[in-house]
């Protein structure tokens, strides 16, 4: 077995990595069930011993005002009002750009039916995924290019291993992040001109081409590949889709994402080259528009992307967590945007349903210096709103009715008192406490699925992927945003209790 603190990994010990890394170790007698399900390396704990959140610069350093972004601004528009306006213009630009796309993919559907991805059909889902597609070739096909094969083929095997419901707890899932961090940092982390190395054999055969026409050399991470589709300097362009959609696997934050954009990568395989660059050429001036418009019209709200990247993500190389905090400004606004389009188009079935129910991540939770009375029933973790400074708990009873709670003061409430065995729920709209939507959506049975809405909350770079995975189980979402992002896991070096606007709830139920 090798050590996962060697970075000099050889292919033949990856490819071993099944082997060593059976799920089925963690059952087995020889193992301890104290070291496969030890609390110390659970995820809220796998920074304690980290550089990132021991290092006394950054702890210094950091405050409220180096969080990614912000949505309560003073003195300007209201978020959900800004960005209401925002969607409305952008969705009413396709005309110039893509509709002539939209109209063949809808046709395209038509004679090739999918199952498990939309709830219906509507032309702003399609707009949507084709400009979610667009930025993401302009942030990642450059990488994309340079990924060794084999490693693509670790780290997605990585990915899914570690999603296993069997290794959750676990300390194994941990020793899997320790991998793919170090993977995803020397073969996918991309920053400053950094090139991925990791096939210098394919580096030395493509030397010639690595050169202008008076033999200098040229970087082809600095192509603008909008330009090279337009000057005819890229072929093949479905062998660079799949590349594309490949990186997006191999980083393991794209699960959803990749079930819309696979279509469409279907879709494009049936044009010829030809038709493939005027589309290419249509959907990069849209992503540009987009780009343009967003910076001026949501940069307010994500002005510290960047400066957190430059002053912080250096403490999450290493980790596995490097492509998820290392997204650009743009990728904050595509986010913003598909949830709001999401919120439009799923508005009528979401109210058409009998029942509410409300996802609220950990990070809104009072920190761990309180204790949780919360309750597991069917689905999962249930607030019992039993501390009025947690604001989960303010919400719960805010949204069922205070006459449904005691004064539950943490410094006044008899936690003796509590029945844990209760697990009735009268709320009219339960709250459940989540770290992912996907453990409350795997214990829904059909009749929920068809009974139950969802409103989810989430910080901005899980508001695509979070829709698209509740929508996948036909359940209509509705999204509220953090105001700010607080959890230590990522962003901060302690727990901040994280907040919403709790009018745009109230609207949303």
Same mark, same amino acid.
Do not use: V
């Given at each position: 077995m090798f050590s996962i603190f060697n970075d000099n990994f050889s292919k033949l010990e990856l490819a071993k990595f099944d082997d060593n890394y059976s799920v089925d170790k963690c059952f087995d007698d020889s193992y301890s069930n104290d070291k496969c399900f030890d609390d110390s390396s659970s995820d809220d704990n796998r920074f304690n011993n980290s550089y990132f959140s021991n290092n006394l610069d950054y702890n210094l350093d950091y405050n409220l005002n180096n969080i990614t972004y912000n949505l309560n601004i003073k003195n300007h528009l209201d978020y959900y009002q800004k960005i209401e306006e925002f969607t409305e213009i952008v969705l009413s630009k396709p005309r110039m750009f893509i509709e002539d796309i939209i109209l063949d993919y809808k046709e395209f559907l038509t004679k090739n039916p999918v199952e498990n991805v939309y709830i219906d059909s509507f032309f702003e889902e399609y707009i949507l995924e084709l400009l979610y597609f667009g930025v993401l070739w302009k942030l990642y096909i450059k990488n994309a290019l340079n990924l060794d094969p084999f490693y693509q083929k670790i780290l997605a095997k990585l990915s899914n291993l570690r999603n296993k419901k069997e290794l959750i707890g676990s300390s194994y899932k941990v020793q899997i992040d320790e991998i793919r961090g170090i993977l995803a940092t020397k073969f996918l982390f991309n920053n400053n001109g950094n090139k991925n190395t990791n096939n210098t054999n394919n580096t030395d055969n493509n030397k010639d081409n690595n050169t202008d026409n008076n033999g200098n050399n040229k970087d082809i991470n600095k192509v603008d590949v909008s330009e090279s589709i337009e000057n005819n300097e890229i072929n093949l362009i479905n062998l660079k889709i799949d590349l594309l959609l490949k990186y997006l696997?191999?980083?393991?934050?794209?699960? $959803? =994402?990749?079930?819309?954009?696979?279509?469409?990568? #279907?879709?494009?395989?049936?044009?010829?080259?030809?038709? *493939?660059?005027s589309y290419f050429k249509s959907i990069m001036s849209f992503v540009s528009f987009f780009e343009d418009y967003a910076k001026k019209e949501l940069h307010i709200y994500t002005s510290n992307v960047e400066s957190f990247k $430059? =002053?912080?993500?250096?403490?999450?190389?290493?980790? #596995?967590?490097?492509?998820?905090?290392?997204?650009?400004? *743009?990728?904050?606004?595509?986010?913003?945007f598909g949830a709001e389009v999401m919120n439009k188009i799923f508005q009528k079935s979401f109210k058409a349903r009998k029942k509410r129910v409300l996802l609220l991540p950990t990070c809104m939770r009072i920190p761990k210096t309180h204790k949780c009375n919360a309750v597991n029933d069917k689905l999962g973790l249930r607030c019992t709103s039993c501390n009025n400074n947690c604001n989960i708990g303010e919400i719960t009873k805010n949204l069922n009715g205070n006459y449904n709670y005691k004064d539950n003061n943490h410094e006044d409430y008899n936690y003796e008192d509590y029945n844990h065995e209760d697990n009735d729920c009268n709320d009219e709209i339960p709250v459940y406490i989540v770290s992912h939507s996907s453990s409350i959506l795997s214990n829904l049975t059909n009749d929920d699925k068809t009974n139950v809405s969802i409103i989810g909350v989430a910080c901005i770079n899980n508001l695509i992927e979070g829709g698209w995975k509740i929508s996948s189980h036909g359940i209509p979402p509705q999204c509220v945003i953090l105001d700010y992002v607080g959890c230590k896991k990522h962003w901060t070096p302690k727990n901040i209790q994280t907040t919403i606007n709790f009018n745009k709830l109230q609207n949303t139920v």
């Open positions: 696997e191999a980083t393991g934050d794209y699960k $959803e =994402s990749l079930k819309h954009l696979n279509i469409w990568k #279907e879709f494009f395989l049936n044009k010829d080259e030809n038709t *493939l660059k $430059e =002053s912080y993500l250096e403490y999450h190389l290493n980790n #596995e967590d490097i492509i998820f905090c290392g997204r650009s400004e *743009l990728e904050y606004h595509i986010n913003l």
